[in-house]
């Protein structure tokens, strides 16, 4: 179960880490002047792993 809980983990960091990337590149790629709108997915993903390790992630403005 132990294994099973840490691979969960690994994939929703996975997970994670495509979707940050394709926001900043999404930030890169627009005009900065206006603030970027959240991504309801990465929210959802930050709480689940906020859950798991009871870490805080950086939060996103």
């Known amino acids: ?3 099973a809980n840490r691979h969960r983990l690994f994939k929703l960091q996975h997970k994670a880490a495509h979707i940050r990337r394709n926001f900043y590149f ?3 790629q ?3 002047s206006e603030p970027l ?3 309801d997915e ?3 993903l930050k709480a689940l792993l906020l859950k798991h390790n009871k870490t805080p992630l950086k939060q996103s403005t």
Do not use: L
Request: proline letters at 0%; hydrophobic letters at 25%; a positive charge.
């Open 37 to 39: 709108a959240k991504i």
């Open 1 to 3: 179960m132990r294994q």
């Open 26 to 28: 999404r930030c890169e």
């Open 30 to 32: 627009q005009d900065t």
């Open 42 to 44: 990465f929210e959802k």
